[in-house]
């Protein structure tokens, strides 16, 4: 397994594994349990993103297409 993403938030993780899952690729995320034992301290680094070896170039190039994606946060409001 190879990293390939450090997620800020949890929801985060999700959403990256989901992309990842969505694309036939099998991801997991490291750390998932880890901040609850963190309390309120503020953590970072714990929330990975793991793909297996030869899924890797493929993971990184979906999570690129994610990252540049340009998002119109005032989409889901109807206008009329």
Known sequence: MKL???ANQLGEAHIIKSLLERAG???TIDGEYLQG???EIPASGFLRIMVNDADYNSAKSIIKT???AEWD???WQNEA
């Open 37 to 39: 034992g963190v309390g």
């Open 25 to 27: 690729l099998f991801a």
């Open 73 to 75: 946060e005032n989409a």
């Open 4 to 6: 390939v993403y450090e």
């Open 66 to 68: 994610w990252d540049e």
